[in-house]
C-alpha cells in the first residue's frame, strides 16, 4: 500500500529561502538554530514533495537549480501570504498589537516626532521599529516587506508596486543660524548662495538631490566646503559658523536658532518637493499603520504645510 506523500509545510520553505541564501548546509542550519542533519531532511522531503531536486550537491559547493531558483520568489510569496493571514488574527484578537516598522529620510524626522510621540502615548503595546537612512535604501526594504510604510519626499522616478499618498508640500531653503545676515531674507536666489560657503547633505538625500537638479546647467559655482549624511551635524555646524546648508523647510521643524529661507530660481520660482506616504501596493495594512497614518495627518507640522501654496 502506498502511503501519502506528506504535505509541504512552511517551515520548509523557510528553509529553502534560508539555504538559497546560504547555499551552505552548515552556515543555513546555524542560522536557523536546527542541526545539519534536520536541514538536510527537510530539503529532502520538499525535493520530494516537488519531484526534482532544488540543490545540487557535491563535497565541494552547493547551487540551486533550475527549478531552486524558480520557487525562491513563489516561496516568498508563499510566506509573505502566511504572515499577513497571521497579522490579521493576531489584530482581531488583540485589537492592536504587535510591532510596527517605519522607514524615515532625515528630512522627515522632525515632522514625525509629534505623531512618533502621541502614538506611543495611545497604543503603548505596539512596539516601534525606527529606521533613517537614505529614500533608496528604505525604498528597498519596502520592497523586501522589512518596512510597513516609508515617509519621504516623492521620487522622481515611482516604482509600480509602491503607492505613495501625498501628505504635503514644501519648499526647498537656506537654512542658517538665527543671527546670519541671511535670517531676515524672505528668499535667496541660487546667484546669490554663490557667495556664501555651503555645508551641504551629501548626494542621495533628496534635499541634496533637490539641490543638484535646480542649480544644474546654470554655471554657477558654489563654494561647497563641507558634505556629510547626518543632518544634526549640519545643524550644528550651521549654528556655530556662518555656513549655510540647503535642506527642505520641515527639517527644522522643532529645531531652535535657525531660519528657513525659500530658495528662488529663474525655472521655478520657488522650488517645491512633495511629503508623501509610501506604501507596497495591494499589501495588507496593520491597523497599528492605520493608526499612525491619521495621526500624521492630524499633526500640526502636517497641517502647518499641507498643500498651501508656496509664497513667491
Avoid: W
Avoid at 524672505?186 to 556664501?196: A, D, G, H, W
Amino acid at each position: 500500500m502506498k502511503h501519502p506523500t506528506k504535505p509541504m509545510e512552511l517551515r520548509q520553505l523557510k528553509y529553502f529561502l534560508k539555504l538559497s541564501e546560504t547555499l551552505n548546509f552548515s552556515a543555513a542550519a546555524r542560522e536557523l538554530f536546527i542541526t545539519q542533519s534536520t536541514l538536510s531532511q527537510q530539503i529532502q522531503q520538499l525535493e520530494h514533495e516537488f519531484s526534482q531536486p532544488l540543490f545540487q550537491r557535491n563535497s565541494h559547493e552547493v547551487s540551486l537549480t533550475e527549478a531552486g531558483q524558480m520557487l525562491i520568489p513563489l516561496a516568498e510569496e508563499t510566506l509573505h501570504a502566511a504572515d499577513n493571514c497571521q497579522m490579521r488574527m493576531e489584530e482581531l484578537k488583540n485589537l492592536m498589537g504587535g510591532e510596527l516598522n517605519i522607514g524615515v529620510t532625515f528630512s522627515f524626522t522632525s515632522i514625525m516626532a509629534e505623531t512618533l510621540t502621541a502614538f506611543l502615548r495611545a497604543y503603548p503595546n505596539v512596539k516601534m521599529n525606527v529606521s533613517q537612512s537614505y529614500m533608496a535604501d528604505l525604498m528597498e526594504r519596502l520592497l523586501h516587506h522589512e518596512l510597513d510604510f516609508v515617509l519621504a519626499f516623492k521620487p522622481l522616478l515611482g516604482n509600480p508596486r509602491i503607492e505613495s499618498r501625498p501628505l504635503f508640500r514644501n519648499r526647498l531653503a537656506v537654512i542658517v543660524d538665527e543671527h546670519h545676515a541671511l535670517s531676515t531674507r524672505k528668499s535667496v536666489t541660487l546667484s546669490e548662495l554663490q557667495r556664501y560657503d555651503l555645508a551641504m547633505p551629501r548626494r542621495g538625500l533628496q534635499a541634496r538631490n533637490a539641490f543638484d537638479r535646480i542649480s544644474a546647467g546654470t554655471g554657477y559655482r558654489f563654494r561647497m566646503k563641507v558634505e556629510m549624511n547626518t543632518v544634526y551635524l549640519l545643524f550644528r555646524l550651521v549654528r556655530e559658523s556662518n555656513y549655510v546648508t540647503v535642506l527642505s523647510e520641515s527639517t527644522v521643524v522643532g529645531e531652535t536658532g535657525l531660519c528657513a529661507i525659500p530658495i528662488l530660481n529663474a525655472d521655478e520660482p520657488v522650488y517645491t518637493m512633495q511629503g508623501c506616504i509610501h506604501l507596497l501596493k495591494d499589501a495588507y495594512m496593520k491597523q497599528a499603520t492605520r493608526e499612525f497614518i491619521r495621526l500624521l495627518g492630524e499633526s500640526t507640522a502636517i497641517l502647518r504645510n499641507k498643500f498651501s501654496e508656496p509664497e513667491e
